[in-house]
């Protein structure tokens, strides 16, 4: 059984930071793209960022390009979202998603498996 668990939300500044974990099972982590998925009140779930297998290949939304930072260590199973310079927009709540696939994608059907989400709050 799959399962994604995602930490690390909370409540923060305008202009802090905050690193959000997902930790995998019941897969072949290194065998997955990963992506990170946000859905803020009143909207749709929009991509933030992905990553490859092992890591050499990230992309971005443009909103958070510079400021966002999308990591992972096979060794432990996790992907990571590093998040600077947090802005109120980027409130919502955050999703990481596993893409049984080589090639990284921004669209919500191309996941296969998805956690629980946490939130996250940037107040002004």
């Known amino acids: 059984q799959v399962q994604l668990v995602e930490s690390g939300g909370g409540l923060v500044q305008d202009g802090g930071s905050l690193r959000l974990s997902c930790a995998a099972s019941?897969?072949?982590?290194?065998?997955?793209?990963m992506g990170w998925f946000r859905q803020a009140p009143g909207k749709e779930r929009e991509f933030v960022a992905a990553i490859s297998w092992v890591g050499v290949v990230t992309y971005y939304a443009d909103s958070v390009k510079g400021r966002f930072t999308i990591s992972r260590d096979n060794a432990k199973n996790t992907v990571y979202l590093q998040m600077d310079s947090l802005k109120p927009e980027d409130t919502a709540v955050y999703y990481c998603?596993?893409?049984?696939?080589?090639?990284?994608?921004?669209?919500?059907?191309?996941?296969?498996?998805w956690g629980q989400g946490t939130q996250v709050t940037v107040s002004s």
């Open positions: 019941g897969l072949t982590f290194s065998t997955y793209a």
């Open positions: 998603a596993a893409r049984r696939a080589r090639s990284l994608t921004t669209m919500i059907d191309g996941y296969d498996y």
